[in-house]
């Protein structure tokens, strides 16, 4: 396929599509399995057309070269290299080490086979409309790239409501034990920021968050939820909000939005697991 057609056949255009949804849109606003791995096939099916457009001398082993460096980036050896990437250059690269992203890597054979196939699905055949289209496909795609290693949001502050609830297999005392046993307090407090005004909430302070290497991303100040015994073995944990290190309000609903699916997942996966 000739280097316009790679960017101009549907497939290039409807996978940077959904890379551009899932990345600025459906992770945000239902953050789960498959969003979280639906970039990742799509990057990898049109990444290799990208590349094969701007150095076409290596199209016939663009897609096996990809597949080499997505499964170095998802090392965690990778990491030393990612610090001195950012650091010579001076921006921030990120990526997630989650070994079930490997499975993105079975779209690669399709991408190689529309790299090298012969014939075209190209239906423009006025020759500056397909100049132009490649270029703007091109630029829209170099931003999608970035956009996924090179994150841009909202400096997190002040306080975000979660309201989610979890059954935590044990006795509400065993709960409590347990959240100081990793190192944090959880205080008593009584007013009617509760869902249960009678029984109060309970907070735990300064928790922070760290990404590889122990580097700091940010500190949640106070994390506020209540526990209720159901039975004498189930305890039903409620987050209730976390307030931040830094002051100030989002006015934005989405961004809050957005910002309370992050924190409650994070909370998930680092607190309430480790209580359960």
């Not at 100049?131 to 400096?155: D, M, N, Q, V």
């Amino acid at each position: 396929m000739k280097r316009k057609e790679l960017i101009l056949n549907p497939y290039f255009i409807v996978g940077l599509f959904v890379l551009l949804l899932n990345d600025f849109y459906l992770k945000h606003e239902y953050g789960n399995f498959i969003t979280g791995k639906l970039s990742d096939f799509a990057g990898l099916l049109i990444f290799p057309m990208f590349v094969a457009v701007i150095a076409p001398k290596f199209k016939k082993h663009i897609a096996l070269i990809v597949g080499i460096m997505f499964f170095i980036w998802k090392l965690p050896l990778f990491t030393p290299a990612l610090e001195v990437i950012n650091q010579s250059l001076k921006i921030t690269l990120y990526r997630v080490v989650d070994y079930s992203d490997y499975a993105a890597l079975l779209i690669l054979p399709l991408s190689h086979y529309l790299i090298n196939r012969k014939g075209s699905w190209i239906p423009i055949k006025i020759e500056p409309l397909k100049t132009i289209s490649t270029y703007s496909l091109l630029t829209i795609a170099f931003f999608a790239f970035c956009s996924t290693s090179i994150p841009y949001r909202e400096t997190p502050k002040g306080t975000i409501l979660i309201d989610k609830s979890y059954t935590i297999k044990l006795p509400k005392d065993s709960v409590i034990k347990t959240i100081k046993q990793l190192g944090y307090n959880c205080d008593f407090c009584t007013n009617n920021l509760s869902k249960y005004p009678s029984s109060g909430y309970y907070q735990t302070d300064n928790i922070i968050r760290k990404g590889e290497n122990s580097i700091v991303i940010d500190t949640i100040a106070n994390i506020k939820y209540d526990l209720i015994e159901i039975n004498p073995n189930k305890t039903k944990l409620t987050i209730i909000n976390v307030t931040l290190s830094k002051e100030g309000n989002i006015q934005n609903w989405k961004t809050l939005k957005s910002l309370s699916n992050y924190y409650s997942r994070w909370l998930k996966d680092s607190l309430i697991e480790k209580i359960d």
